[in-house]
């Protein structure tokens, strides 16, 4: 999945749109969505879901490249727990 800021500089590109119209479409502050856009804020979660809400970018691609925990799962086996000393 592309991230965020991407896929929102794309809409806005697309609909021909400069940050001032996409801000008050969005309903936020101009200076947010050129910090979005640039990848220089992230967006916390109301504002992903005004975002996902109004032009269908989904929330997901604004959260953290290093946020996947998918690699920390790892089967506990005897003597491997850091409390097992």
């Known amino acids: 999945m592309r991230?965020?800021?991407q896929q929102?500089?794309?809409w806005i590109q697309?609909?021909?749109?400069n940050n001032e119209e996409t801000a008050r479409y969005l309903g936020i502050d101009p200076s947010v969505v050129t910090k979005l856009a640039n990848g220089t804020r992230h967006a916390g979660l109301k504002i992903a879901?005004?975002?996902e809400r109004k032009t269908?970018?989904?929330?997901?691609s604004w959260?953290?490249?290093d946020t996947d925990t998918s690699d920390d799962l790892v089967t506990a086996?005897?003597?491997n727990s850091?409390?097992?000393k």
């Open 77 to 79: 086996e005897p003597g």
């Open 82 to 84: 850091l409390t097992d």
């Open 63 to 65: 959260a953290a490249p």
């Open 8 to 10: 929102l500089k794309d």
């Open 56 to 60: 269908g970018i989904p929330v997901e």
């Open 3 to 5: 991230l965020g800021p």
């Open 49 to 51: 879901l005004i975002i």
């Open 14 to 17: 697309r609909r021909d749109f």
